[in-house]
């Protein structure tokens, strides 16, 4: 007898303890966007920021989609009427806005400095509500061109982005700890060229270069590309029996296998 009023007045507190707990954080208007964008350069990202609400009569006064920065981008007054901010941000842009549902930005070709936070913010007739996207670009490069000229092979990325390396190898072998490998990172508007060189004489039958792209901050290679054999050089292979005429399809066919790489 003692025990089961024991256990109803354990049960009864427990219950008041949720109702308690629910009732103060009910609300009753909601932004949402997702946390974070990963983008592939060059491409769009859409920012999108979900209204809900849970009461009738709900009046917006402001909201907005705000970089970190501070800076304006697309904005809605009480009055419905949307402004967009081009000039806040460095790649085009374009919003929409759905009356009570939902504002839209669009950053059409996202470059590294549009990197950040985006804070979509409202004030309203039910209160400040802040919500943020994260938006983060991934690595990524233009295009390799390699080639080859009596110096030795030479790699040239175009349009990379983060920071990266090039490391050369020798069919298997790394040979990236050659001291006589220069490489030169040139900024390129928003991004980086990146042109190595291996001074060393490329000797057919030893096997092709290859330059690699390293990726410090994904640890990780992001493409990398063959390099033609140096024809001239096919003269010094101990067979060399119709060199010229065997040499030429067999530098051809690595030309399109490094074409086939880019692609
Ligand atoms: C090649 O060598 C470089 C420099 O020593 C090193 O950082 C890299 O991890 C090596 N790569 C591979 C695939 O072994
Ligand atoms: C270049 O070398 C790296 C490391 O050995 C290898 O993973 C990659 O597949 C090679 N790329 C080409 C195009 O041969």
Redesign the pocket.
């Known amino acids: 007898m003692n025990l089961f009023t024991q256990q109803t007045v354990i049960l009864c507190l427990g219950v008041a303890v949720t109702l308690s707990k629910t009732e103060p954080t009910a609300e009753l208007v909601k932004l949402s966007a997702v946390d974070s964008l990963i983008v592939p350069c060059h491409q769009s990202a859409t920012l999108r920021c979900d209204l809900s609400t849970f009461q009738e009569g709900l009046s917006i006064y402001h909201m907005a989609w705000v970089r970190q920065d501070g800076r304006y981008l697309c904005d809605v007054n009480a009055t419905g009427v949307m402004g967009t901010h081009p000039g806040n941000t460095p790649s085009a842009m374009e919003c929409s806005y759905t009356p009570h549902a939902q504002l839209t930005l669009t950053l059409l070709q996202v470059q590294p400095l549009e990197q950040g936070k985006y804070l979509c913010k409202l004030r309203s007739s039910h209160g400040v509500k802040e919500a943020t996207t994260t938006v983060k670009l991934q690595e990524c490069y233009g295009e390799v061109q390699p080639s080859v000229s009596d110096e030795g092979p030479t790699c040239t990325f175009t349009e990379v982005y983060p920071d990266g390396e090039v ?1 050369w ?1 020798q069919g ?1 072998n ?1 040979v990236t700890g050659d001291p006589k490998i220069k490489t030169i990172q040139v900024k390129d508007g928003m991004f980086l060229t990146i042109t190595s060189s291996l001074n060393r004489k490329t000797v057919s039958g030893e096997g092709a270069y ?1 330059c ?1 792209l390293w990726i410090p901050s994904t640890g990780a ?1 992001l493409t ?3 390099v033609p054999e140096h024809g001239e050089a096919r003269v010094e292979e101990p067979n060399a029996n119709g060199a010229g005429a065997i040499g030429f399809p067999h530098r051809t066919i690595l030309v399109l ?2 074409t086939l ?1 880019l692609v």
């Open positions: 490391h190898f298997s790394n290859n690699s290679y990398s590309s063959l296998l490094s790489f």
